[in-house]
């Protein structure tokens, strides 16, 4: 992509409980793209926040004695700080409870309902407070939402309602030729499949639910939650509601989201878009759902692994990697506190951890000045291929690479052996291994942006600038070994 202005967007995550897994993954792949475009030169607006009208957050509050604003500003306060913990760099936090938020909902209502967008009509069916979406009796199995497994409350009122149908053939139009991208391919798919049965009207108000933005024009409904969320990706970054305001930065928009979330993302969401005329986002990328044991995690079962416990075990820069290595590219992953622990100890510990040790020891013994870098091609190549993943949202392969370069500069070592007396090469190994360190640490800065600011340190040079690959050797390191990276845990 060549544009200069990134806007990378979250979901807003429900205000209904603290921070998950799931969230911080999401969160911590848009910071890492987030800081790679910013490395590159970019003008980078990375947006998340939180999702607090609607009757599950009411129920929530309810459940804790506490009113909803209170309830909400406690999550607020917990997303944040454990989002300040693993050192995500976001430009806003919106919540949908901020009056500039309310106000320019309100105002994109009328719009719709000036621009005869909506009419009145009865809202029937199942409804999942969980998912805070109407569901299909096809989609329940035995009755029960099949995220959730909680019984759909049947709803039967007086609604709002969007004509979404209207967009059916531009929109499947729009996907078909890949105007907007939906990755990975298999996502796209799916959208395709489900236009095919023909997109209805949606229902943009609840009569029952008083924990919303009221409807303008009629008070005594709120604005469906969905809704709401929305058109924070907008408010997010300044806009008023205003139908002729296009906000800076809507030019170039990656949105990223789990899987759950694609469905409403591609119709309702881009419905709103095509009804205000505004562009659409570039790309959509779906990733899938860390499990455990094959299981959804889940506070019923029991086996959740928060955030928090990740940070307590690993520490915040090591928790980043291990996640974003972990998952699979757009499929399901499970994790377990075994395969967590041995990706700290076997990769991080073993792998990248003793390089740099080794590296710096013989480096604080021997290093005087660079010799010719002999490796050149080989780290073009290394390079090419991690900023090509990265490009395209495989976060897990171009750590692949990064572990590449690690696992053969390790081998290096082991074949020079350059502490021996009978190493003859021994300048020109040394220079040529903190060159590679220096490109390790270079590439590793979105995933851990103060280990890899650690390993610079000790080379004692400054961080990564993009000239510098084609004078490599000009490089000059003043090498400090200072405490290992990672310390081992059992
Ligand atoms: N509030 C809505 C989104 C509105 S956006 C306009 C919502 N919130 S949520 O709290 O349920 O967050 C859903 C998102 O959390 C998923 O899309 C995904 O990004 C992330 N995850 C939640 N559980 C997950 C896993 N187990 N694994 C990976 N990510 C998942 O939906």
Redesign the pocket.
């Known amino acids: 992509m060549l544009e200069n202005k990134f806007l990378i967007t979250?979901?807003?995550?429900?205000a209904?409980?603290e921070p998950?897994?799931?969230?911080a993954?999401?969160t911590l792949i848009a910071d890492i793209l987030s800081r790679h475009y910013r490395f590159l030169g970019k003008d980078v607006f990375f947006l998340t926040g939180?999702?607090e009208h609607g009757a599950k957050i009411e129920q929530a509050a309810k459940e804790n004695h506490k009113n909803p604003q209170d309830f909400c500003d406690e999550k607020a306060e917990i997303f944040q700080k454990t989002w300040k913990d693993f050192d995500f760099q976001y430009n806003n936090f919106i919540r949908t409870t901020q009056k500039s938020h309310i106000k320019a909902t309100q105002k994109f209502l009328d719009f719709l309902n000036k621009e005869n967008l909506i009419y009145k009509n009865i809202y029937k069916g199942f409804y999942c407070i969980a998912?805070?979406q109407l569901k299909n009796e096809a989609d329940l199995i035995d009755g029960l939402c099949p995220d959730h497994k909680t019984k759909p409350i049947l709803i039967n009122e007086e609604s709002y309602f969007f004509k979404l149908s209207q967009f059916q053939e531009d929109l499947s139009q729009i996907i078909q030729n890949n105007t907007i991208g939906i990755f990975p391919k298999a996502k796209r798919n799916e959208i395709l499949e489900f236009y095919k049965l023909g997109l209805r009207d949606i229902s943009i108000s609840r009569k029952n639910v008083k924990w919303g933005i009221p409807l303008p024009f009629h008070k005594n409904f709120t604005v469906y939650?969905?809704i709401d969320?929305?058109l924070?990706?907008l408010t997010g970054i300044g806009w008023d509601g205003d139908a002729n305001n296009i906000p800076d930065f809507w030019d170039n928009v990656t949105q990223?989201?789990?899987?759950?979330?694609?469905r409403?993302?591609g119709t309702i969401?881009l419905g709103l878009l095509k009804a205000l005329n505004f562009s659409l986002p570039k790309r959509f990328f779906v990733?899938?759902?860390?499990?455990v044991n094959g299981q959804?995690?889940s506070k019923t079962i029991g086996n959740v692994i928060a955030p928090k416990d990740l940070i307590e075990n690993f520490g915040s820069e090591a928790s980043r990697f291990i996640m974003a290595h972990s998952?699979s590219y757009g499929l399901?992953?499970d994790i377990s506190w075994d395969r967590l622990r041995s990706e700290y100890n076997d990769i991080l510990v073993k792998n990248l951890g003793n390089l740099v040790s080794r590296s710096m020891k013989l480096a604080e013994d021997y290093y005087k000045e660079n010799a010719k870098f002999e490796f050149r091609n080989f780290i073009t190549e290394i390079y090419d291929n991690y900023n090509n993943n990265l490009e395209n949202l495989k976060f897990s392969e171009s750590i692949n690479e990064i572990l590449r370069m690690i696992n053969f500069a390790n081998r290096y070592i082991d074949q020079e052996k350059p502490w021996s007396e009978n190493c003859l090469n021994r300048k020109r190994v040394i220079s040529n291994l903190l060159i590679v360190l220096y490109c390790v640490a270079s590439m590793l800065a979105p995933f851990m942006p103060k280990k890899s600011k650690e390993i610079f340190e000790q080379l004692g040079v400054d961080k990564m600038n993009l000239n510098t690959l084609k004078e490599i050797e000009k490089l000059k390191f003043h090498p400090k070994k200072k405490q290992n990276l990672f310390p081992i845990i059992k």
């Open positions: 979250t979901p807003i995550y429900y209904n409980g998950h897994l799931g969230h993954y999401t939180l999702d998912c805070e939650v969905w969320a929305f924070s990706y990223i989201m789990g899987k759950d979330i694609l409403v993302h969401w990733h899938g759902y860390f499990t959804k995690m998952m399901d992953t």
